[in-house]
């Protein structure tokens, strides 16, 4: 008998917030790698502004951000860097989580379909948040390690956009799950989920940008905010 899974995106669907602002809160009160948050700033932000105007794509720089948000761990240990996503998810990620979003986690758990986390977020980090959300299944962005030192680099590819489709069919696949994905859940907030939203038969537009709750609207499927 086929199971279903209940997939979440992350930032702005679970949790209100986004990541990267976790990792500047922590940086900053803790005075670490100013320069670095400096220089990302200075080359990132006219990425963002060619987004907004639709210059280029959203998902060519939101991706192009995670990518190179990466360099802030180069030459960091695996121990500090849980060291640090502990604290980002104690001081920042917990207290933005979405209370309505977490009991539909739950419903499905208790529902019995395999609950899954997919962003575009640090792995390690989502297993952090898996724990504390009581899911043992993420998927997201894997950093490069070599030695227990992180290189600063991305494992491609990097889980956001059509990715997360390849890497939530990886899952499947390597834990030998015979999923019916018509009757699975996908959750989400952004107009770059929609390959993720389509794979499944019941796609939800969660807390959704502009651009996502018009395509939702188009196609009748629920909108939850």
């Known amino acids: 008998m086929n199971s279903s899974m209940a997939l979440f995106d992350f930032d702005g669907t679970l949790c209100s917030g986004h990541i990267w602002e976790g990792f500047l809160k922590y940086y900053l009160v803790h005075k670490k790698k100013r320069a670095w948050i400096l220089a ?4 990132h932000l006219p990425l963002w502004l060619l987004g907004e105007c639709r210059i280029i794509s959203k998902e060519k720089y939101r991706a192009k951000w995670v990518e190179d948000l990466g360099g802030i761990y180069k030459g960091a240990s695996q121990d500090a860097v849980r060291e640090m996503f502990h604290w980002v998810c104690g001081n920042y990620i917990f207290n933005s989580l979405r209370d309505d979003l977490v009991g539909i986690l739950n419903e499905h758990k208790r529902s019995g379909r395999i609950v899954l986390i997919v962003s575009a977020t640090f792995h390690e980090l989502l297993e952090i948040v898996g724990q504390e959300l009581g899911v043992t299944s993420v998927v997201g962005t894997r ?15 990097v889980c956001f956009g059509k990715n997360k489709v390849t890497l939530v069919e990886q899952f499947i696949s390597q834990n030998r799950l015979e999923i019916d994905l018509a009757s699975s859940f996908a959750y989400a907030d952004s107009v770059s989920d929609i390959p993720l939203l389509e794979l499944v038969g019941n796609p939800v537009a969660t807390y959704p ?16 905010c």
């Open 143 to 157: 950093a490069e390690v070599i030695d227990g030192i992180y290189t600063g680099k991305i494992i491609k590819p």
């Open 209 to 224: 940008d502009k651009d996502l709750r018009q395509f939702a609207e188009r196609n009748n499927w629920q909108i939850l």
């Open 40 to 43: 990302f700033w200075a080359t």
